[in-house]
């Protein structure tokens, strides 16, 4: 079986604040994607990062940046310098040869 | 262009009503998917279509009926829904069935059973 742990529910930072949403994944497979998801209140879902399990390297992307480990099986994403329009849930998810598997989500609510 | 779009935006129909969702993509994508997602909780899988064959039925009541009469298009046909069938429905697609690709998905229709 696998399964997908967002164990922040929300997170609330003024603007400016660097934000850390952590990724705690389970699965049996060696071959296997993860992924992150940011939904906006407008309600679509916006597809930021895809890592495969033999890729550990980390990831920038601007402000974004994401920490592959898998001897922890974690896939974390940060926020730096957080900016209003990055209030939004966002959602982890795993690939493994069958369904994909989304977190709960955490919510980030960035206050001016 | 990754564009899925999903006609309407929003539904409100009566649980005796016929009504259907469409979704349509252009970038050659050969798996489409059907979410159901309440608020505040993730999507949760309702149908998969692969090369135009449902592949995957997540134990879907039968007043939801997918259809996929091309590769482009996907629709979603209810029936005699209930108003816990109150969500947004998302639609995405996905280039070709490997867990390599990212789906992109569709704005949604919010859909009111009343």
């Known amino acids: 079986a696998q399964k997908v742990t967002q164990a922040q529910t929300e997170i609330s930072v003024v603007e400016k604040e660097d934000v850390t949403l952590d990724c705690v994944y389970e699965t049996r497979d060696t071959t296997y994607y993860l992924f992150w998801y940011k939904q906006p209140p407008s309600g679509e879902l916006v597809f930021l990062i895809r890592r495969n399990s033999f890729d550990e390297q980390n990831e920038i992307s601007g402000r974004y940046s994401w920490n592959f480990q898998k001897s922890t099986s974690s896939f974390n994403f940060t926020i730096t310098a957080s900016q209003v329009v990055d209030s939004a849930v966002y959602f982890c998810a795993l690939d493994s040869w069958g369904k994909f598997q989304f977190g709960a989500g955490t919510q980030v609510v960035v206050t001016p | 262009d990754t564009e899925v779009t999903q006609t309407p935006k929003h539904l409100v129909m009566g649980m005796t009503n016929k009504k259907s969702l469409k979704c349509e993509q252009h970038m050659g994508h050969r798996a489409m998917y059907w979410y159901k997602q309440k608020a505040k909780k993730p999507p949760e899988l309702m149908f998969v279509y692969s090369y135009e064959k449902l592949s995957i039925n997540e134990s879907v009541p039968s007043r939801f009926s997918p259809e996929c009469p091309n590769s482009s298009l996907l629709n979603l046909h209810l029936h005699a829904l209930q108003p816990e069938d109150s969500a947004l429905y998302l639609c995405?697609?996905?280039?070709?069935?490997?867990?390599?690709?990212?789906?992109?998905f569709g704005p949604g229709t919010r859909l009111t059973v009343t």
């Open positions: 995405a697609s996905r280039s070709g069935t490997a867990i390599s690709y990212e789906q992109y």
